[in-house]
């Protein structure tokens, strides 16, 4: 609080899964597109539940909900690229969304490995599929990093539901 004061703490039961959502939002994070190639043509899956794991060898993580019509492809993939997504980029939201046009009409190249790639992201990580664990309701993916491209930019942020920007 601006004063220098403590709002009251609430106690919430983990087991609520509105309750945990709304502890976890508490925690701000980027946005990530991740793609693969399915058996249909390019496929994107918006994620927050990104991480870094290992420097030697370069592993990152990330979590596909079990719920989506897309997890199978992703669970069965043996590459993926994970885009982090810049400000400007938060119309792609929904296209990647249930029901949204995803790649149709969007400009992408395609990697060595076959992954669509789209420009202007201020991080991609393409990678080949290291593990797969299981994760309640998500699976984990970890993939080793193949290949890293960065670029400027302000981070598209994710917070108690809200989609906003971090700058320096």
Known sequence: MPDGSLAPETIFDPTDPRALRDAFG??????????TQGPEGPVGFVA????????DPPLVLWSPARASSRFA????????????????QRDWLARFA??????????HSVTTEGLPALS???AR????????????DHAIMVGRVLRV???DGEPLVFAQGRYGFFRQ
């Open 125 to 136: 990580f393409d990678c080949a599929t290291h593990a797969v664990h299981e994760g309640g």
């Open 48 to 55: 927050n539940s990104f991480a870094s794991v290992s420097l």
């Open 149 to 151: 491209t960065v670029r």
């Open 120 to 122: 202007g992201a201020l």
């Open 26 to 35: 508490r925690f701000a994070t980027g946005v990530t597109l991740v793609t």
């Open 98 to 107: 249930r029901g949204g046009a995803g790649f149709t009409g969007l400009d």
């Open 73 to 88: 492809i992703f669970a069965e993939a043996t590459h993926f690229a994970i885009h982090v997504l810049e400000a400007g």
